[in-house]
């Protein structure tokens, strides 16, 4: 039996309970990456207005994903609540169980920047932003507490969680704007609060993949994208940064937001080459099958897309837009590739198979 979420072993016979029992929990990175692609694309529709129409149609097909998702997601945690639970425990797995409420707050992102639907966007971010909190907890104290983790299953999969703490304020700091005294400040503190554990376990994080990648055996088949998802927290923490210093003008007179935002950034680029190379050696090798995890290719891509966009305007560089530019052609070639993939496991029931 596979220990990585994603993977496609097949199982003659599989049921329909077998199918929803076995729903792996990373399926929400699709909609991460959806939702980073339409936004990204509308920021860039301001030099080519054309992207405008693709973006729009975007945000409502990732709102119909994330529905479909939805259902089995929730109907799994009701009828099969000893696999969710047995998931949850996994030394890898557990991991990826944040994509649910990550998904929640990129969906809040999405209806602030089209539309600004206010309302909408506070109704999908709290309960996201919450649960984001509940799982950093719960899949911690899990490792913490446990005997069952060792170096093999220390993978860049671990990003997530706290990817799903620095990405709270990307929506949250611009809601906490629109609140009454009192509950603007309360909003603000949870806020910072979330950045700043999600960026210190960031950086354990990084460590521990560091150490893995270097005196450990080669991350296995099906997790080689997650190689990107260090791009995610290089990408949100920049944007998480801007946005609250919008909500706090007197925090962007120094410019100390802006060049942590670049250090950040820098390394963003950095990254972005390694796990290119690191990706087209395994593809070579013949350790490129897809599987799940190939949406980890999308959502990090995408956070550094937004970074540079949001970085190389306010600060007037013109090639940090561009590289920004380069990275969202990137991001879309890989984002519909991965999509065909994902629709023909599905057609072919790879996908809905216990793994």
Known sequence: MSTTPGTTTAAAGATPVNWLQAFAPGWFAAVMGTGVLAVTLHFYARLVPALETPAVG??????????????????????????????????VQAHFYPTFSIALIVLALQFLVFGHHTGVALALWLPGALLTVVFSFAILALVFHGDTVSLEHVTPAMFIPPVGLVVIPVAGAPLAATFGPGWRELALVFNWAALGAGSLLYIGVLGLTMFRYVLGKRVGRPLVPTAWVNLGPLGVIPVSLLNLAEAMPELAAGGVVQVAGLLLWGFGVWWLLMASILTLSAARRGDLPFALSWWAFTFPLGAFVAASWRLGTQLGLAPVVAVGALALALLAGLWLVTLVQTLRGIASGALLRPH
Not at 64 to 91: D, I, K, Q
């Open 58 to 91: 975007l945000h409502w097909l990732n709102v119909v994903f994330f529905v479909l998702l939805a259902g089995p997601w929730l109907a799994r945690w009701v009828r099969h609540t000893a696999a969710a639970l047995a998931s949850l425990r996994h030394p």
